[in-house]
C-alpha cells in the first residue's frame, strides 16, 4: 500500500515569507503528526492531529500551525519565515489507537534564505 | 517528562561484526519505545518497538531490542553488520502511551568498515 506522501520534497523560501506543507498519510490512518529535524535540535515533536482535531502539541511559537481534513490529510503552516526555520520538516501517520507505531514520510527539506 | 538518551553519536562496526546502539529511557513507568533508522535524504523507518508484550523485540533487517526495566534501556543489536546497515538510528519513547508525540534522541551514525 502507498505510504506516507509530503509535498513538496524541496522548497525554498525568503525570510518573512509563509509556507505551507502537506501530508498525505497512509489510507486508514487517522492520527498525523509533523516533526521538525534540524542538526542543531534533531527531532522535535510539533504537534498531532487525529480526527481533524489536534491532540497534542509541542513547544513551537504561534507562527507555526497545522489543520487536518477529513480524509486525514494535513497541512503544516509557517509564517514569517525565519532563517532558523530551515529544517527537514517530517510527517507521520498511524491509525491513532494505542499500540500503533508511526510511519514517516521523507519529508520536506525547507530552506530560508 | 520523558527523555532519551542515545551514547555515542557516531559508532563505527567492521562488516560482519556485532552491531550496539545504546538508549536509555527516564520513566519509571515502561514507556512505549521506538528505534527507527533514517537514510540520508529519508524520512524515518521503523525498526522494531516495545509495548510492554515482550522483553525482547524482533524487528527488521536482523535487528532487535531488549528492554531492561532495571537499567531503564533499550539498547538495539545485530549479530552481523552489513554495508546496508549503515545510517544513522534513533530511539524513541511515547511521551503518553496512545500518543504520538514522540521524544527522541540525538540519534547514532553507524559507519560499517569493509
Known amino acids: 500500500k502507498a505510504g506516507v506522501t509530503q509535498t513538496p520534497r524541496y522548497l525554498i523560501k525568503t525570510r518573512g515569507q509563509q509556507v505551507t506543507l502537506s501530508c498525505s498519510p497512509i489510507?486508514?490512518?487517522?492520527?498525523v503528526s509533523w516533526y521538525q529535524q534540524t542538526p542543531g535540535q534533531g527531532l522535535q515533536f510539533l504537534f498531532e492531529?487525529?480526527?481533524?482535531?489536534?491532540?497534542n502539541k509541542g513547544n513551537f511559537p504561534g507562527r507555526f500551525s497545522g489543520r487536518q481534513f477529513s480524509n486525514s490529510r494535513s497541512e503544516m503552516n509557517v509564517s514569517t519565515l525565519e532563517l532558523g526555520d530551515s529544517a527537514l520538516y517530517l510527517c507521520?501517520?498511524?491509525?491513532?489507537?494505542?499500540?500503533?507505531?508511526?510511519?514517516f514520510g521523507q519529508g520536506t527539506r525547507l530552506t530560508v534564505v | 517528562a520523558q527523555s532519551v538518551t542515545q551514547l555515542g553519536s557516531h559508532v563505527s562496526v567492521s562488516e560482519g561484526a556485532l552491531v550496539l546502539l545504546r538508549c536509555n529511557y527516564s520513566s519509571s513507568v515502561p514507556p512505549y519505545l521506538f528505534w527507527y533508522v533514517q537514510y540520508p535524504n529519508q524520512g524515518l523507518q521503523l525498526l522494531l518497538k516495545?509495548?510492554?508484550?515482550?522483553?525482547l523485540v524482533k524487528g527488521i533487517n536482523g535487528f532487535e531490542a531488549e528492554f531492561k526495566k532495571s537499567e531503564t534501556s533499550f539498547h538495539l543489536t545485530k549479530p552481523s553488520a552489513h554495508m546496508s546497515d549503515a545510517a544513522e538510528y534513533f530511539c524513541?519513547?511515547?511521551?503518553?502511551?496512545?500518543?504520538?508525540?514522540?521524544?527522541f534522541g540525538t540519534g547514532t551514525r553507524l559507519k560499517v568498515l569493509a
Open positions: 524513541a519513547v511515547s511521551d503518553e502511551a496512545g500518543t504520538y508525540k514522540y521524544i
Open positions: 507521520a501517520s498511524s491509525f491513532g489507537t494505542e499500540n500503533t507505531e508511526a510511519f
Open positions: 516495545y509495548t510492554s508484550a515482550a522483553t
Open positions: 489510507s486508514g490512518h487517522r492520527s
Open positions: 492531529y487525529f480526527s481533524e482535531t489536534q491532540r
